[in-house]
């Protein structure tokens, strides 16, 4: 059975935890989340701002957008894709985010612009490379994150926001070089970024991500960065596998606990 818990404070928008059976579940609640939002925001406002993640988890979501189903719900040529992170690799490295979504068909819908961090430049260049497209993006105001989809590690990261991490610091640069985790050094979106978007979806699947979740759904532990994300103020919503969830299955009514 789906639980779904709202608990909105004050200050932030409020912040709502699923738990599904499975992976193939949460692919299509967020196939069905982000088609939703990313159309209130083009009705609303005329465009919308999409950033995707990395890493394995979206592939199968990135698959189910390209799809026959979903092409005519969202509305694609008022969609601007963007990268929430990426490893500084070229766009046809096998570990590039970009090539990842590339592989699933995702880039060949209409969108009104993809715009692929630049992994292959040195990462301060990338970095203010990047900066400038999203004040492009944002007409040189706020940067208009719409919709952010984000994975989180074993760690607790999310993005390229890793827990000590130097990038966390940062309180004006909207993309950040970060160390090098895994092969690669990476480009990230930062904590202002971040806090600037209007939604947030995490995708978190599988038993090796329980011990994170419960640190930062239950625990509320900020020195997890996806915990310092949720708390920034946008609307957020969790999707987990029962997984995931672990001990926290069945109990999704009262999450999160802060
Ligand atoms: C990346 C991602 C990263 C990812 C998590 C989870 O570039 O790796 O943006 O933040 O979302 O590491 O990765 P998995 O989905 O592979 O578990």
Not at 10 to 30: K, Q
Not at 128 to 155: H, K
Not at 234 to 240: C, E, F, G, I
């Amino acid at each position: 059975m789906e639980q779904e818990n709202r608990s909105a404070v004050p200050e932030r928008g409020p912040i709502t935890v699923r738990v599904l059976p499975d992976s193939e579940a949460v692919t299509r609640a967020a196939a069905k989340t982000l088609a939703e939002w990313l159309t209130a925001d083009v009705e609303r406002k005329g465009s919308a701002v999409l950033a995707l993640s990395g890493g394995s988890t979206p592939r199968n979501l990135f698959s189910v957008l390209a799809s026959r189903v979903y092409e005519g719900l969202v509305p694609w040529r008022s969609v601007h894709l963007i990268w929430g992170d990426e490893r500084c690799v070229p766009p046809d490295h096998p570990d590039s985010n970009y090539g990842m979504a590339a592989g699933t068909g995702l880039l060949g819908r209409p969108f009104a612009g993809v715009h692929r961090m630049p992994g292959e430049l040195d990462p301060e260049e990338g970095a203010s490379r990047y900066e400038e497209v999203l004040r492009g993006l944002g007409g040189g105001g706020e940067f208009p994150l719409d919709v952010a989809l984000n994975g989180m590690g074993e760690d607790g990261h999310t993005a390229s926001l890793f827990p000590g991490s130097s990038t966390l610091d940062e309180t004006a640069r909207w993309v950040a070089p970060a160390e090098e985790h895994g092969a690669h050094r990476r480009l990230t979106l930062t904590l202002p970024a971040f806090r600037q978007a209007r939604r947030i979806l995490f995708l978190v699947t599988g038993a090796g991500k329980a011990q994170a979740a419960h640190r930062v759904l239950a625990e509320c532990d900020e020195s997890l960065p996806s915990t310092r994300v949720m708390l920034l103020g946008p609307q957020v919503r969790w999707l987990l596998d029962r997984d995931a969830a672990g001990e926290m299955d069945g109990k999704a009514t009262r999450l999160p606990l802060c």
